[in-house]
């Protein structure tokens, strides 16, 4: 059995970009009854699985956050490893 | 000025509960020569900005989840405070 390892891509839009559904998740709550929300941002993470004797890991798991998990253009991501 | 409170809600589908947006993701992984990835689970967090003077928030943060961020059918949540 491997050991596999595990990263977490945490990816959310930039400062500045407009986050629509956190706007409404935010009015949401207030309409709730919910008033001491300031703000709400939203973002995904993905978790991943990688194989144990996967070479080059950081090199590869940036390429796959900047062409398929995130959107560099109006979004950043961090990874976290395990 | 005053100092908010930061909050950080993860919801993540709960085991078992499939995860088509994950195995799209996995699959498109493979087609661009990314073999290395065993799985992948997605999920979203929301971060919240709570006034520092709010009262109960930790019940309220929770009721808040299971109300209106997290499905608690098929998603849990994990709360984390900064």
Redesign the interface.
Known sequence: MTN?KKAIV?V?LKEGVLDPQ?VT?HK??SQ?G?N????????????????AN?ND?DK?LD??CS???ANPVIESYTVEKH
Chains 1, 2 share one sequence.
């Not at 001491?36 to 194989?51: A, K, N, P």
């Open positions: 596999n945490y959310r956190g998740i949401a709550l709730m919910y001491e929300f300031v703000s709400v941002r939203t973002g995904r993470f993905f978790e991943l699985e990688i194989e996967g890991i590869r390429e796959v062409k398929l998990l």
